[in-house]
C-alpha cells in the first residue's frame, strides 16, 4: 500500500517553470514505477512522464521530452517533476501515481489527489 500526496502546483506564466513533488507513505515505495499523468478539462487522463524503482530509467511523453525531469530519491520517498517551458497547453491537473513500467494509467495501481497547474498565455 503507498499513498501519494502531490504538491507544487499553481499558476505560472508561459515561459516559466514549476517543480511538482510527490511525496509518498509506507514501506513499498520502491516496490513501484512512479508515474506523472495530467488531465485537463474535456480531455482524458495522459502520459507524462515515469521512473523507474531505482531511479535509472526515465521515460517521457513526446511533448514533454527536453522540457520536463522526473527525478526521484528513494531515502526521502519523494519523486519530483521538474517543468520548464511551461506551454498554456500544459494546463491541467497533474497525479502522481505507483505502478509498473508502463505509459498507461490502467497499469498504476495507486494515485495521489492532484495538484492544479496553470499556464496564463
Known amino acids: 500500500q503507498v499513498q501519494l500526496v502531490e504538491s507544487g502546483g499553481g499558476l505560472v506564466q508561459a515561459g516559466g517553470s514549476l517543480r511538482l513533488s510527490c511525496a509518498a507513505s509506507?514501506?513499498?515505495?520502491?516496490?513501484?514505477?512512479i508515474g506523472w499523468f495530467r488531465q485537463a478539462p474535456g480531455k482524458e487522463r495522459e502520459f507524462v512522464a515515469r521512473?523507474?524503482?531505482?531511479?535509472?530509467?526515465?521515460s517521457y511523453a513526446d511533448s514533454m521530452k527536453g522540457r520536463f525531469t522526473i527525478s526521484r530519491d528513494n531515502a526521502e520517498n519523494t519523486v519530483h517533476l521538474q517543468m520548464n517551458s511551461l506551454k498554456p497547453e500544459d494546463t491541467a491537473v497533474y497525479y502522481c501515481?505507483?505502478?509498473?513500467?508502463?505509459?498507461?494509467?490502467?497499469?498504476?495501481?495507486?494515485w495521489g489527489q492532484g495538484t492544479q497547474v496553470t499556464v496564463s498565455s
Open positions: 521512473i523507474s524503482r531505482n531511479g535509472s530509467q526515465t
Open positions: 501515481a505507483a505502478g509498473t513500467w508502463s505509459p498507461r494509467a490502467a497499469d498504476f495501481r495507486f
Open positions: 509506507g514501506r513499498t515505495f520502491t516496490y513501484y514505477t
